[in-house]
């Protein structure tokens, strides 16, 4: 057989064999990340600077480079973290204590591309959300410690979205589980604001907000929300099944708009009003604001800061916070690129009224952007509830996550 050229990329062989549940390396040795060291110290020294309520304290759990959104095992001590690289991290604590002991790659005889989402389906299914490909991981908790692990493809290669439709610009795709069994992603639209002569085929192909499918084979699929320009984090209320997502704003309208956005979805089909309107912006790109506004459009629950970048939320299920956290949403501001007086770089507390919807919204920690420099100490991307009551959020500008526990006042 000839060889591959250099330049050219080999044919997928290893998820051919992981599908088959065949050997696909002879090297069972996966390099773990350094937990101690400078790098250690100089991100716990950071986080001394970040200040939360009374009671609360933060420590890191783990340095986990890229650290995105999180997975955590049903089973066993350990969770899953998607990076935007062409990685996947497995993060064990093997001693139940306060810090994961060991971080490593997990399958890494395959070649992720921009594995962001990662979700769990209910009896144990490890979901990974790529740029445009879906897999399925049978038992992930327990098969992660060697790099061959078995594998369902969902979508394969290039069956997300059209391969002509991708791009470098959000392409992080997040994802969760319903009650109703489906696998729910979200999908960016590429483009700063879309182009018209590409709302027919998003419309179709629910590009610019959330699908929903099969998540062993990718079957019935359609589209769930629409109007969605990219979000980035989204989250099922366990009391009630109603889906919350954030959205991100356009960019190139200055410091203060659009507002950012944590919106609601109870029920399919629901429309979320872009590109016509962002936060309660028109958009006057490709003339959107000429046009009349649609009826139909769902408002959001919660208007958070222009360009804040705000990613992944989940709703606090532990009972170790105080009252006042217990099933409402915490929520991840990225920080902003393109405003002139940097802001986010936390995290939210949204709490709810009695008929679901959103009450107010508090900044619950601060101190990753520096008030003098200016800079980023960190730039948080996710939260998840731990099952000890505690909280973790991630950060893929320091590569690290952060236990936020509850200790009294």
Known sequence: MAGVAAGQVAPPANIDKLKQMKVATTDLNIPVVPQTGSNADAIRENLKRVKLPPGFKIALYAVVPDARHMAVAPSTNMLFVGTRKTTVWAVTNRNSGE????????????????????????????????????????????????????????????????????????????????????????????????????????????????????????????????????????????????????????????????AGEINRATKPGQFFGYPWIQGKTRITEHGYDKDPLPANVTNPEVYMDAHAADLGLTFYTGKKFPAKYQGGIFSAQHGSWNRTDPIGARILFTSLKADGSADKTEVFADGWLDPETRQYRGRPVDVVNLPDGSILVSDDFAGALYRISYTGQ
């Open 99 to 258: 810090m994961a002991t060991e971080v490593k790659s997990f399958a890494p005889s395959l070649k992720f591309s921009v594995p962001n989402g990662v979700c769990w389906t209910k009896d144990g299914f490890l979901i990974v959300a790529e740029h445009n490909r879906v897999l399925n991981f049978p038992a992930a908790e327990f098969f992660y410690e060697g790099p061959d692990v078995a594998v369902i493809e969902v979508a394969a290669q290039g069956k997300l979205i059209p391969p002509e439709e991708e791009s470098y610009n959000h392409g992080a795709r997040t994802c969760r589980i319903g009650k109703d069994g489906m696998l729910y992603i979200t999908l960016g639209q590429p483009h700063n604001v879309q182009p018209r002569d590409k709302l027919k085929l998003y419309d179709q192909l629910g590009i610019g907000g959330i699908v929903r499918m099969n998540p062993f084979d990718g079957s019935k699929r359609e589209v769930y929300a629409r109007g969605i320009r990219n979000s980035v984090g989204l989250e099922f209320n366990p009391k009630n099944n109603d889906l919350w997502f954030t959205d991100n704003q356009t960019d190139g309208m200055g410091d203060l708009i659009p």
